[in-house]
């Protein structure tokens, strides 16, 4: 499985889930720390002027994640809450700039 992070200029940053393992919120934080440091390597110019997007997966919510995001002071945006019969396609993630 892949994470993936873009923007509108493109991917900033991805990484590869081993075959048969699930995300969790420990390896959901995991990838929300080497996201902020990718942003700050690939988007220096937009590191505190960016907000996250991601969908409503456990992962996301989980405990430590949010503890993370909080003390980064990565902002996110809301994900409406939709039933997957609805949407057959999952979301990406997408980082938005604020500025």
Do not use: K
Request: aromatic share 10%; with cysteine; proline share 5%.
């Amino acid at each position: 499985m892949l994470i993936l992070f873009f923007d509108e200029q493109g991917m900033v940053f991805r990484h590869w889930v081993p075959q048969g393992q699930g995300v969790n919120g420990r390896l959901y934080w995991m990838v929300m720390e080497q996201l902020r440091e990718a942003m700050r390597r690939r988007r220096a110019q937009h590191r505190h002027s960016w907000a996250l997007l991601h969908d409503n997966a456990l992962a996301h919510h989980a405990d430590c994640v949010q503890n993370f995001l909080q003390a980064a002071a990565i902002p996110q945006i809301p994900h409406p809450h939709i039933a997957l019969t609805s949407c057959p396609v999952t979301t990406g993630f997408v980082l938005v700039s604020r500025g």
